[in-house]
Every structure is written in structure tokens, then in C-alpha cells.
């Protein structure tokens, strides 16, 4: 049985058994991308000023009467049965749903796509299905006809539940006529059934269709109304991350795929979960929502931004609606596209490249016996293999990264029957002829990138999507386009962070290797990581914030210096925290030392580590490039390794310096502002309490 469902699943979406609305057994379709063409429907509807009218049937399946056999979920079928047939009906019918460009309905076709026309009869999700019309007469005689069809074959409609909808002004209920259904009831004798109009609006799965600001409202409400574990003291940032990531942002996320929200609602979202987790920490001023959403590779805190996600779930949705292999969707994306009116070469391409240019000059070769290509990308050798069966792999290639390139090794590929593409394992120590070649060719690639004179490999447009998203300075999209998105809004904040006065956020200038995540993500206490989203923010209440914010009338610094205290002057000149400097510089002289004695670094090279290391938490010109330490806010200085030695240990050497000096560096703050807050309270300063 189960190979029986397997395989009549494939068969109807190979014969187009199922329609292209009808979301339940149609593979690569998911109840988003109904949603998504729903929201189409509705804005041809306003944009063209067409009435639009529609019933929304909940449907109850009465199969006891028939008790197929043969494969598990009849009623799918029976509902395309439906749906086909309603097609017919509304083939001839004048008022039918029929979607086209506003330029094809003026006569003045510009492009192929504006002479397409798309003919609307019904959508289906589970137990719901909408049947649409531009008349409410051919509504009301569709849906009869359409009762009339169902009730053979066991499927009747639960008129309570139901609803319709139209564009216009009309009464606020309509009656709608249907067979007669119970006990001793006669089938032909029509009964009517009143049901109430919903003018302007759609909804389905529990969802408005097209209505971000009503999904706003419900994720405000979550966020709003979601409540924190309490516990003897202040909650970690690092668990308040884990709650709003797996309770919040989860729950968020799932109700962005069916309906994204405007922009400026999504960062207000950031906003509110960022306020939410501050009235968590103790401290009395709010940090930056945007350093608090930041990646923690970009110096953020890591918490996952609403705003990105739904900036990517909107894009995607959008490319996929215009890429789909069903006819319905593909064509409703690409009018409304009309009426509105990739990233290049990776590692993963260059692989795939590499496979392409050894299959065509396979080709030049006189021999008559089998050519045999070595390669270490597993996924080609795994996609060549599944290409020689009867499955079909467009589907699989469809949304894959570096898809046109794929397309293009598998038309090479089925040109040379003598072709034998071999996996081997790379980077392998083995004295083989296979690790041998690998490892040469592993050398080969990292050299070409500093030959000026490779050419570069040409970009496969003529395999791509017909619809592929480009950046004037990524070129190509074919990778994830929801986190293409995600890179591309993370580095417009940083860059902008980064630029703000006090340059708090510079790591341009700085060491460019991401910091450890540890202390961030999964340390216990985290004080030193709340300690960073606050310095980070410019939000510590030191006596400059404070006088700032009028709490105060002098911002000299309170532990007895004639200095302003800032946070340079704090963490960094305060003589109240020389010993606590000291003893971390002696700490970070230790792990550098043992550090670089694994490694074969030249002496010069670790002379001036050390004395990068000894600099750390005291402003030196010669060391930091803005002329004074920031490491109170997890900044480290660039490393410099001028040794001949290769790039991947180069990077082994600033990996584990970055991460021992970045842990050093926040633990540091945390030590420091941690007895400042102490000191503070002692000299009956307020408080921070919680709000």
C-alpha cells in the first residue's frame, strides 16, 4: 500500500491527475504558495477595479458511502474530479475569473507574458476550497452545480462554516442554493442556505489573505502576552536568547510564511522583543535593537531579527512564485510582475565548473576506451548517479544553489556515454595516485587566485530559472534567497553601526575574525555578555549617560579621578581597576606564549604578538588603529603574521588568538563594571531595578 500512495502521487502529478490549485498531494507545493496566490487574486481584483465574488466552502467528506479501496486518500481525487469539472463549466461561462496583464486587457501587449490569461475556478486547501466568479449570479449557479456533482459522490458542504466574499458594495448575506441532504431527503429538491458576505476580504487556513497589518497585531499580541520563566535573580541573556529564538521567533516565523508584514511592522517586532528581553537584565537604559539582532560574527548578541526574516520570506516567496513548475502560479506571479512594471561564481560552483570543463574536453579526446574524471564534490558524483535513473531531477534542482550549473554538467554529462565521474575523497594524507591529483588540483585552485591572468569561467545564464534574482554587486542569485537576504541587510547595519559616533561599532578597523560564540550562546551567567549589549549600545549608566539623560549634574568620575567618566576612562585609564588590568594582561601574555609556540611562527612575528598582547587593555596608537583600546567592547586589534607559511595555518594562528583575547577582553569589562555597580550602590547611587 504504501508503495501504491508512493507511486500514484508521482503518476497524477506526471498526468496532471491534480489541479494546480488543489494544495493537498501536489508535490512541491505547500499551503504558503496558496496563500501566496490567493493574495494575487485579491490585489488584480483592487488594482484593475474588477469585482471579484467568492464562497468559501467547508467541506465535509462522506467516503463511509463508498468505501474505496485501492489507495489511501480518495478524497483527493474525488476533489480534482470536482475541480476539473468546475473548470469546464466555467470555460464557457462569460463571468468566469479570468486573470490577465492590465496592458493585455487594453490591447497593447508589450511582452510574451502579457497575452497569457489565466482562467480561476476553484482553490482547495484540507477541507476548504474557494470557487470564484465575477458575477454573483454565475456564483450562486456554480455552486449549485458543483453541490450537485459532490453529493454523488459522497461530499457534502457544511453550509454552517461557510462564507462569502466580494469587492463591492452588496447586502451583508446572500443565499445560496444546494441539494437537499438527511434522512428520507430527496437530492433534487433545492434548498437554499443563507450565508453571510464579507465585503474586501479573504481568509483561509485561519489567515487574512493579504492583510499585514491584521498578522502584525497577532505577532504583537505573542510577543506581547509571551511570559518569562522567573527565577532568584536576573535571567542570562544567553537563555532569554534561547526562549525568544525557540518560543518567540519560532512562532513568529511560521505565521511570516503565510502572510509577511510591512517592513517598518517587522522592525517594530525587533523593537518590542528586544524591550522585552532589557526589562530582563536589570540595567535602566534600553540597548540598540539593531546591535542586540546583529550576528554575533558582526559583533551583535545574536538574537534572531524579525525584520530580516520576514525581508527574506517575502523575496523568496516571490522568486519562487515566478520559478514554479505549475502553470496557475507561475502565470498569476508573472502578470502581476507585468503590471508592476544571481551571486556569481562560489566554491561550490568552481567545483561543479571544474566537472563541466573536464567533461567537454573529454570530448577532444581520440581514444576510444572510458574516460574517467576524479572529483571530491560528493553531491555531483550523488546528483550524476540519480540522473541515470527514471526519476526526474528538475524538482530537486529547482531551488538548489548553483542550480545552472548543475543543469549544465548533467547536459554535458548525457552527451558522452564513455564518461565515468568518480568520487575521492579530498584532502586525504594517503599516497594514492587519486590524493596525489586531488591535492594538486586542491594547490592549482588556490594559486590561480592570485594569477591575473586566469579567466574567469563563464556564468551558465542559459541554465538558469527563468526568473533569477541579480545584484549589481553579487551579480547572480542562486543561492538561499532568504539568506542572501539575511547576509545583505547584516552588512548594511553593520556598516551603518559602524559609522555612528564613538565608532563604538567599527569593526572595519578592527580584527575582521568573528569572536567565539560561547560566552554569547551558552555560558551560565552571561553578565559579561549583558555587560557587552549595553557598552555596545552606548547604554551603560556610567556618570557621562547618566548626566546625559539628567539623572545627574556632574559626570566626573565617581571612584575619586578628576577625569570624565566615560568608558574609555573606566575600563581603560580608571586607576580604581590598574590591578585588575594587570592581572588580565598577565593572563593574556600566558595563552598567547602557548599559543604561538605551536606553531612555526618567526621570531619577529611573535615578538610583536606579544607586545599586541601586552597593549591589549591600554591605549597604544602602534597597536589599535582608532589610537585607543576598545576591547571593553569585545573589539580586538588586527593581527599581523608576516611568516611564510600557508593561509589555513595563518588562520588557525588569529583564530585561536582572537578567541582567547576576546574572552579575556569581556570578561574583563564584565569584572570591571561589575565592582563599579558595587561601589556604586555603596555610595547610595540608584539602583537598577526592574520595570
Same mark, same amino acid.
Given at each position: 500500500?504504501?508503495?501504491?500512495?508512493?507511486?500514484?502521487?508521482?503518476?497524477?502529478?506526471?498526468?496532471?491527475?491534480?489541479?494546480?490549485?488543489?494544495?493537498?498531494?501536489?508535490?512541491?507545493?505547500?499551503?504558503?504558495?496558496? *496563500?501566496?496566490?490567493?493574495?494575487?487574486?485579491?490585489?488584480?481584483?483592487?488594482?484593475? #477595479?474588477?469585482?471579484?465574488?467568492?464562497?468559501?466552502?467547508?467541506?465535509?467528506?462522506?467516503?463511509?458511502?463508498?468505501?474505496?479501496?485501492?489507495?489511501?486518500?480518495?478524497?483527493?481525487?474525488?476533489?480534482?474530479?470536482?475541480?476539473?469539472?468546475?473548470?469546464?463549466?466555467?470555460?464557457?461561462?462569460?463571468?468566469?475569473?479570468?486573470?490577465?496583464?492590465?496592458?493585455?486587457?487594453?490591447?497593447?501587449?508589450?511582452?510574451?507574458?502579457?497575452?497569457?490569461?489565466?482562467?480561476?475556478?476553484?482553490?482547495?486547501?484540507?477541507?476548504?476550497?474557494?470557487?470564484?466568479?465575477?458575477?454573483?449570479?454565475?456564483?450562486?449557479? /456554480?455552486?449549485?452545480?458543483?453541490?450537485?456533482?459532490?453529493? @454523488?459522490? =459522497?461530499?457534502?458542504?457544511?453550509?454552517?462554516?461557510?462564507?462569502?466574499?466580494?469587492?463591492?458594495?452588496?447586502?451583508?448575506?446572500?443565499?445560496? +442554493?444546494?441539494?437537499?441532504?438527511?434522512?428520507?431527503?430527496?437530492?433534487?429538491?433545492?434548498?437554499?442556505?443563507?450565508?453571510?458576505?464579507?465585503?474586501? +476580504?479573504?481568509?483561509?487556513?485561519?489567515?487574512?489573505?493579504?492583510?499585514?497589518?491584521?498578522?502584525?497585531?497577532?505577532?504583537?499580541? $505573542?510577543?506581547?502576552?509571551?511570559?518569562?520563566?522567573?527565577?532568584?535573580?536576573?535571567?542570562?541573556?544567553?537563555?532569554?536568547?534561547?526562549?525568544? @529564538?525557540?518560543?518567540?521567533? %519560532?512562532?513568529?516565523?511560521?505565521?511570516?510564511?503565510?502572510?509577511?508584514?510591512?517592513?517598518?511592522?517587522?522592525?517594530?517586532?525587533?523593537?518590542?522583543?528586544?524591550?522585552?528581553?532589557?526589562?530582563?537584565?536589570?540595567?535602566?537604559?534600553?540597548?540598540?535593537? +539593531?546591535?542586540?539582532?546583529?550576528?554575533?560574527?558582526?559583533?551583535?548578541?545574536?538574537?534572531?531579527?524579525?525584520?530580516? $526574516?520576514?525581508?527574506?520570506?517575502?523575496? /523568496?516567496? $516571490?522568486?519562487?512564485?515566478?520559478?514554479?513548475?505549475?502553470?496557475?502560479?507561475?502565470?498569476?506571479?508573472?502578470?502581476?510582475?507585468?503590471?508592476?512594471?544571481?551571486?556569481?561564481?562560489? $566554491?561550490?560552483?568552481?567545483?561543479?565548473?571544474?566537472?563541466?570543463a573536464s567533461s567537454i574536453l573529454s570530448g577532444c579526446s581520440s581514444g576510444d576506451g572510458d574516460t574517467i574524471i576524479l572529483t571530491d564534490h560528493l553531491n555531483s558524483v550523488r546528483l550524476l548517479a540519480d540522473s541515470k535513473t527514471a526519476v526526474s531531477q528538475e524538482a530537486r534542482l529547482r531551488h538548489s544553489n548553483g542550480r545552472s550549473y548543475y543543469r549544465?554538467?548533467?547536459?554535458?554529462?548525457?552527451?558522452?556515454? /564513455?564518461?565515468?565521474?568518480?568520487?575521492?575523497?579530498?584532502?586525504?594524507?594517503?599516497?594514492?595516485?587519486? @590524493?596525489?591529483?586531488? /591535492?594538486e588540483a586542491d594547490s592549482l585552485a588556490t594559486t590561480s587566485n592570485r594569477d591575473i591572468w586566469t579567466i574567469s569561467a563563464p556564468i551558465p545564464t542559459f541554465e538558469m530559472n527563468p526568473y533569477t534574482l541579480y545584484h549589481q554587486k553579487d551579480g547572480w542569485i542562486e543561492s538561499d534567497i532568504a539568506h542572501y537576504i539575511d547576509l545583505r541587510m547584516t552588512?548594511?547595519?553593520?556598516?551603518?553601526? =559602524?559609522?555612528?559616533?564613538?565608532?563604538?561599532?567599527?569593526?572595519?578597523?578592527?580584527?575582521?575574525?568573528?569572536?567565539?560564540?560561547?560566552?554569547?550562546?551558552?555560558?551560565? %551567567?552571561?553578565?559579561? @555578555?549583558?555587560?557587552?549589549?549595553?557598552?555596545?549600545?552606548?547604554?551603560?549608566?556610567?556618570?557621562?549617560?547618566?548626566?546625559?539623560?539628567?539623572?545627574?549634574?556632574?559626570?566626573?568620575?565617581?571612584? =575619586?579621578?578628576?577625569?570624565?567618566?566615560?568608558?574609555p576612562h573606566l575600563f581603560v585609564e580608571c586607576r580604581q581597576y590598574e590591578a585588575l588590568r594587570a592581572e588580565g594582561t598577565r593572563m593574556v601574555l600566558e595563552k598567547t606564549k602557548a599559543i604561538i609556540r605551536e606553531y612555526p611562527v618567526e621570531d619577529l612575528d611573535k615578538e610583536n604578538l606579544m607586545k599586541t598582547a601586552e597593549c591589549l587593555f591600554r591605549? #597604544?596608537?602602534?597597536?589599535?588603529?582608532?589610537?585607543?583600546? *576598545?576591547?571593553?567592547?569585545?573589539?580586538?586589534?588586527?593581527?599581523?603574521?608576516?611568516?611564510?607559511?600557508?593561509?589555513?595555518?595563518?588562520?588557525?594562528?588569529?583564530?585561536?588568538?582572537?578567541?582567547?583575547?576576546?574572552?579575556?577582553?569581556?570578561?574583563?569589562? =564584565?569584572?570591571?563594571?561589575?565592582?563599579?555597580?558595587?561601589?556604586?550602590?555603596?555610595?547610595?547611587?540608584?539602583?537598577?531595578?526592574?520595570?
Amino acid at each position: 500500500m504504501s508503495w501504491l500512495n508512493y507511486s500514484l502521487i508521482n503518476y497524477a502529478a506526471k498526468k496532471n491527475i491534480l489541479p494546480n490549485t488543489q494544495v493537498a498531494g501536489q508535490p512541491g507545493v505547500q499551503t504558503r504558495d496558496l *496563500m501566496s496566490f490567493l493574495a494575487g487574486i485579491k490585489t488584480w481584483s483592487l488594482r484593475n #477595479k474588477k469585482p471579484v465574488y467568492a464562497v468559501k466552502r467547508d467541506q465535509m467528506k462522506g467516503f463511509d458511502y463508498l468505501s474505496p479501496d485501492g489507495f489511501y486518500d480518495a478524497s483527493t481525487f474525488t476533489t480534482s474530479m470536482g475541480h476539473y469539472y468546475l473548470h469546464d463549466l466555467l470555460s464557457d461561462d462569460p463571468n468566469a475569473l479570468k486573470i490577465s496583464s492590465t496592458t493585455h486587457q487594453q490591447g497593447d501587449p508589450h511582452t510574451p507574458e502579457d497575452s497569457k490569461t489565466l482562467l480561476v475556478s476553484m482553490v482547495g486547501a484540507t477541507d476548504d476550497s474557494y470557487i470564484f466568479s465575477t458575477s454573483q449570479k454565475s456564483l450562486l449557479t /456554480n455552486t449549485l452545480q458543483m453541490e450537485c456533482f459532490q453529493y @454523488a459522490y =459522497g461530499w457534502l458542504m457544511q453550509w454552517s462554516k461557510s462564507k462569502a466574499y466580494k469587492s463591492t458594495n452588496l447586502p451583508t448575506t446572500i443565499e445560496f +442554493e444546494s441539494v437537499s441532504t438527511g434522512p428520507n431527503a430527496n437530492p433534487m429538491t433545492v434548498k437554499k442556505h443563507e450565508v453571510s458576505l464579507v465585503r474586501d +476580504e479573504l481568509d483561509f487556513l485561519k489567515t487574512k489573505v493579504d492583510d499585514p497589518a491584521s498578522r502584525f497585531e497577532e505577532l504583537k499580541e $505573542i510577543i506581547e502576552t509571551f511570559q518569562f520563566p522567573t527565577i532568584i535573580g536576573w535571567l542570562p541573556i544567553t537563555l532569554a536568547r534561547k526562549i525568544v @529564538a525557540q518560543n518567540i521567533v %519560532s512562532r513568529c516565523r511560521a505565521l511570516l510564511y503565510l502572510q509577511p508584514i510591512r517592513k517598518t511592522d517587522a522592525e517594530s517586532l525587533d523593537k518590542l522583543i528586544i524591550r522585552r528581553v532589557h526589562q530582563l537584565t536589570g540595567f535602566p537604559f534600553s540597548p540598540n535593537t +539593531e546591535i542586540a539582532t546583529l550576528p554575533i560574527s558582526a559583533l551583535g548578541l545574536g538574537f534572531p531579527s524579525i525584520s530580516r $526574516i520576514n525581508a527574506g520570506i517575502a523575496l /523568496n516567496g $516571490i522568486n519562487r512564485d515566478l520559478n514554479r513548475h505549475l502553470y496557475a502560479y507561475r502565470t498569476l506571479a508573472e502578470i502581476t510582475l507585468n503590471d508592476w512594471i544571481g551571486t556569481n561564481i562560489s $566554491i561550490l560552483q568552481g567545483e561543479v565548473m571544474g566537472l563541466i570543463a573536464s567533461s567537454i574536453l573529454s570530448g577532444c579526446s581520440s581514444g576510444d576506451g572510458d574516460t574517467i574524471i576524479l572529483t571530491d564534490h560528493l553531491n555531483s558524483v550523488r546528483l550524476l548517479a540519480d540522473s541515470k535513473t527514471a526519476v526526474s531531477q528538475e524538482a530537486r534542482l529547482r531551488h538548489s544553489n548553483g542550480r545552472s550549473y548543475y543543469r549544465w554538467l548533467l547536459k554535458t554529462t548525457r552527451a558522452r556515454s /564513455n564518461l565515468d565521474i568518480k568520487y575521492t575523497p579530498g584532502h586525504s594524507s594517503e599516497d594514492t595516485i587519486e @590524493a596525489r591529483m586531488n /591535492n594538486e588540483a586542491d594547490s592549482l585552485a588556490t594559486t590561480s587566485n592570485r594569477d591575473i591572468w586566469t579567466i574567469s569561467a563563464p556564468i551558465p545564464t542559459f541554465e538558469m530559472n527563468p526568473y533569477t534574482l541579480y545584484h549589481q554587486k553579487d551579480g547572480w542569485i542562486e543561492s538561499d534567497i532568504a539568506h542572501y537576504i539575511d547576509l545583505r541587510m547584516t552588512r548594511r547595519t553593520s556598516n551603518k553601526l =559602524g559609522a555612528m559616533k564613538g565608532l563604538r561599532m567599527a569593526t572595519w578597523a578592527h580584527n575582521s575574525i568573528a569572536p567565539p560564540e560561547f560566552p554569547y550562546t551558552k555560558a551560565v %551567567s552571561a553578565y559579561s @555578555a549583558t555587560v557587552q549589549l549595553y557598552a555596545r549600545s552606548g547604554q551603560l549608566p556610567i556618570a557621562e549617560t547618566l548626566r546625559q539623560r539628567g539623572k545627574i549634574t556632574k559626570d566626573t568620575c565617581r571612584l =575619586g579621578c578628576t577625569e570624565t567618566e566615560t568608558m574609555p576612562h573606566l575600563f581603560v585609564e580608571c586607576r580604581q581597576y590598574e590591578a585588575l588590568r594587570a592581572e588580565g594582561t598577565r593572563m593574556v601574555l600566558e595563552k598567547t606564549k602557548a599559543i604561538i609556540r605551536e606553531y612555526p611562527v618567526e621570531d619577529l612575528d611573535k615578538e610583536n604578538l606579544m607586545k599586541t598582547a601586552e597593549c591589549l587593555f591600554r591605549h #597604544k596608537p602602534q597597536i589599535w588603529p582608532l589610537g585607543s583600546s *576598545m576591547f571593553y567592547l569585545g573589539q580586538n586589534p588586527p593581527i599581523k603574521i608576516a611568516t611564510k607559511i600557508s593561509e589555513v595555518t595563518k588562520q588557525k594562528i588569529k583564530s585561536a588568538l582572537t578567541t582567547e583575547w576576546h574572552l579575556a577582553s569581556i570578561r574583563l569589562a =564584565g569584572r570591571i563594571f561589575a565592582d563599579y555597580q558595587r561601589k556604586m550602590a555603596k555610595l547610595h547611587c540608584p539602583r537598577p531595578c526592574k520595570t
